[in-house]
């Protein structure tokens, strides 16, 4: 899983280079989010872990996986929600002001 993270991070990040069309960056930022959360989640990823929720029946367990990973996550998650409506916001508004999404065609207006 790590290296599906990896790749993933890497084509947000050629997305975003190599684009120049705003909607298309937003979706490359969203690929690279999701991305990071895969890499951060097989990190805390352990052979043989149990969910780290106490019951009756794992009362004496010690092989419980790391909760924090899931932790960030989730809140990486609605993080990244929040950047991408604030993004296509920005985006909507630069297409009213010069009729187009692509940021070659704003610098020469």
Request: aromatic share 6%; net charge neutral.
């Amino acid at each position: 899983m790590h290296i599906v993270g990896i790749v993933l991070m890497l084509i947000g990040v050629y997305g975003l280079i190599t684009n120049r069309h705003i909607i298309k960056m937003i979706v490359s930022i969203n690929v690279l989010e999701i991305g990071l959360n895969i890499f951060i989640i097989a990190v805390g990823y352990g052979e043989n872990t149990i969910a780290p929720i106490l019951t009756k029946s794992n009362i004496n367990a010690t092989n419980f996986a790391d909760p924090l990973p899931q932790a960030l996550v989730l809140t990486a998650i609605v993080i990244g929600v929040g950047t991408t409506a604030i993004l296509l916001a920005v985006a909507r508004k630069l297409y009213q002001q010069y009729g187009t999404y692509d940021l070659t065609e704003m610098e020469g207006k």
